[in-house]
C-alpha cells in the first residue's frame, strides 16, 4: 500500500512550486528574473508528472519505499514533498476553518454578462487567447457584476456611498476594447458616486491610445481615481502613462491624504499604496485619532495589509491576485502572486478594524478563467451612525 505515498508526494511537489511561484510574484524582481522563474516552476511540475509513470514502468514497481534506495537525492526530494504535502493541507485546513465573512457585509446580487454573446462578436486576439478560449468552461469575457452592501458606522444613517472598483484590465490587446467599454457602459447605468480603479491597467504600450477611450467615457459623481499595479511597469517611461491616465480624467491617489467632498456625506479621505512596484505610500503621514472622516485605501496587492493597519482604514480595495484565475473544486487556487498565498485570493476579509476587499478584477496577462469570474464591483455603503 505504500505506493499510495505517491500522491501525497505529488501533491507536496506541485504545492512547493506554486509556493515559489507565488512568493517571486509577489516581489518588485525584475520582469525578466520573475519570467525565468515562472518558467522554471511551470516545468518542474509538469516533468514529474510525465516522468514518473515511464520511470516506475523501468523499475517494475509502484512502491514508494524502493523508490527512496534509488538515490538520496530522489529520496531527499521525496521525504521533503511528503512534509509539503502535511503542511499545504494543514494550511487549507485552517483557512477553511477560520475564515469569516465580515460582520457588516453583505454580498445580495450577481448578475453576469458575457461580452461575446452582448456584442455578436469574437473578442480575443492572437493565437494564445485563441487557444484559451477554446478551453471549456473559460470565462475570459464573461464577467460578474457584483452589488455588495456594506454597513459603515462612520456615515450618517439613512445615507448611501455607491463606489465601484475597477481593477486588472490588464490591457494587451489579446481581448478587444470593445469589451472593456461594455463595462463601463455597465458601470455608468449604475451612476456611481466615485470609481477606483486599483493597478494593473495596461500591460503592452500599443494600448496607451486605448486609455482616453475607455476611460473619458466613465462617469462617477465625485470622482474617477487610480493606482497603478506591477504590470503598469512595463510601459516607460512611468510618466507617460500617468499622463494618458489625468487626460483620461482619472485622478492619481498616492502617499498623501486625499479629501473628496461628497455632499451630505461629507468629506472622505483617500490613500493609495502601490508598494513594492512604485515609492510613494511610505510618505503617508498618521492622522489624529479625533479625525472621524471616512478612511479609504487604494493598494494594488493586499500583502500591504500590515502597513495598512498603522492607518486605521475603514476601507481597502486590492486587485493583483485575480482569485487565482483557475480555481479548482473543494481545493480552490494554486496559484496566487502573494507573499500570503492563496490566503487573500479574492473576496471580503477583516483586517482589524478595516474591512479590505480583495477583487478578482477584470483580466489577467493570459485571458483564462475558469470557475473564477472576471468581477466588477459596485459596493453600496449604508451609513449606521
Ligand atoms: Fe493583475
Known amino acids: 500500500m505504500d505506493c499510495l505515498l505517491w500522491i501525497p508526494a505529488l501533491a507536496g511537489h506541485?504545492?512547493?512550486?506554486?509556493?515559489?511561484?507565488?512568493?517571486?510574484?509577489?516581489?518588485?524582481?525584475?520582469?525578466?528574473?520573475?519570467?525565468?522563474?515562472?518558467?522554471?516552476?511551470?516545468?518542474?511540475?509538469?516533468?514529474?508528472?510525465v516522468l514518473l509513470p515511464g520511470w516506475l514502468w523501468q523499475q517494475g514497481s509502484l512502491s514508494f519505499r524502493n523508490s527512496l534506495d534509488a538515490s538520496p537525492w530522489l529520496a531527499a526530494y521525496l521525504a521533503l514533498s511528503l512534509i509539503a504535502s502535511g503542511y499545504f493541507f494543514a494550511a487549507w485546513t485552517y483557512r477553511l476553518l477560520t475564515?469569516?465573512?465580515?460582520?457588516?457585509?453583505?454580498?445580495?446580487?450577481?448578475?453576469?454578462f458575457n461580452g461575446e454573446e452582448i456584442l455578436h462578436q469574437r473578442l480575443t486576439h492572437g493565437i494564445v487567447a485563441k487557444l484559451l478560449s477554446w478551453v471549456p468552461g473559460n470565462q475570459a469575457t464573461a464577467i460578474a457584476l457584483e452589488h455588495y452592501r456594506i454597513a459603515v458606522p462612520k456615515l450618517p444613517a439613512g445615507t448611501t456611498l455607491k463606489i465601484?472598483?475597477?481593477?486588472?484590465?490588464?490591457?494587451?490587446?489579446?481581448?478587444?476594447?470593445?469589451y472593456y467599454k461594455l463595462i463601463i457602459e455597465q458601470v455608468n447605468r449604475w451612476e456611481p458616486d466615485l470609481v477606483l480603479i486599483t493597478g494593473d491597467l495596461v500591460d503592452q504600450h500599443h494600448c496607451l491610445n486605448w486609455l482616453d477611450r475607455i476611460f473619458k467615457p466613465l462617469q462617477a459623481h465625485y470622482g474617477k481615481f487610480y493606482i497603478l499595479g506591477n504590470h503598469d511597469r512595463r510601459i516607460r517611461p512611468e510618466s507617460?502613462?500617468?499622463t494618458r491616465l489625468e487626460e483620461a480624467q482619472l485622478q492619481r491617489v498616492g502617499g498623501a491624504w486625499l479629501a473628496v467632498e461628497t455632499g451630505e456625506i461629507g468629506t472622505l479621505l483617500l490613500a493609495g499604496n502601490e508598494l513594492p512596484w512604485f515609492p510613494g505610500a511610505e510618505s503617508l503621514r498618521p492622522l489624529?485619532?479625533?479625525?472621524?472622516?471616512?478612511?479609504?485605501?487604494?493598494?494594488h496587492s493586499p500583502d500591504q495589509i500590515d502597513w495598512a493597519r498603522s492607518f486605521n482604514f475603514d476601507l481597502i480595495?486590492?486587485?493583483?491576485?485575480?482569485?487565482?484565475?483557475?480555481?479548482?473544486?473543494?481545493?480552490?487556487?494554486?496559484?496566487?502572486?502573494?507573499?500570503?498565498?492563496?490566503r487573500y485570493a479574492c473576496g471580503p476579509f477583516q483586517v482589524g478594524s478595516a474591512l479590505m476587499h480583495v477583487s478578482r478584477g477584470i483580466s489577467g496577462d493570459r485571458p483564462i478563467r475558469i470557475n473564477c469570474p472576471p468581477e466588477v464591483g459596485l459596493f453600496t455603503l449604508v451609513g449606521t451612525a
Request: glycine letters at 8%; one cysteine or more; aromatic letters at 10%.
Open 14 to 49: 506541485i504545492g512547493l512550486c506554486s509556493f515559489l511561484f507565488n512568493r517571486t510574484h509577489a516581489t518588485a524582481w525584475p520582469h525578466v528574473w520573475r519570467k525565468l522563474i515562472e518558467k522554471f516552476v511551470v516545468f518542474g511540475s509538469v516533468l514529474p508528472l
Open 99 to 112: 475564515r469569516t465573512k465580515p460582520a457588516n457585509w453583505q454580498n445580495p446580487q450577481r448578475d453576469y
Open 164 to 178: 465601484c472598483q475597477l481593477t486588472d484590465l490588464h490591457l494587451t490587446g489579446q481581448i478587444d476594447i470593445a
Open 240 to 242: 507617460e502613462l500617468r
Open 288 to 299: 489624529p485619532a479625533e479625525d472621524q472622516r471616512l478612511r479609504i485605501l487604494l493598494s
Open 317 to 342: 480595495f486590492c486587485g493583483h491576485t485575480h482569485g487565482g484565475q483557475v480555481r479548482f473544486p473543494v481545493i480552490g487556487p494554486i496559484l496566487c502572486p502573494s507573499r500570503y498565498g492563496v
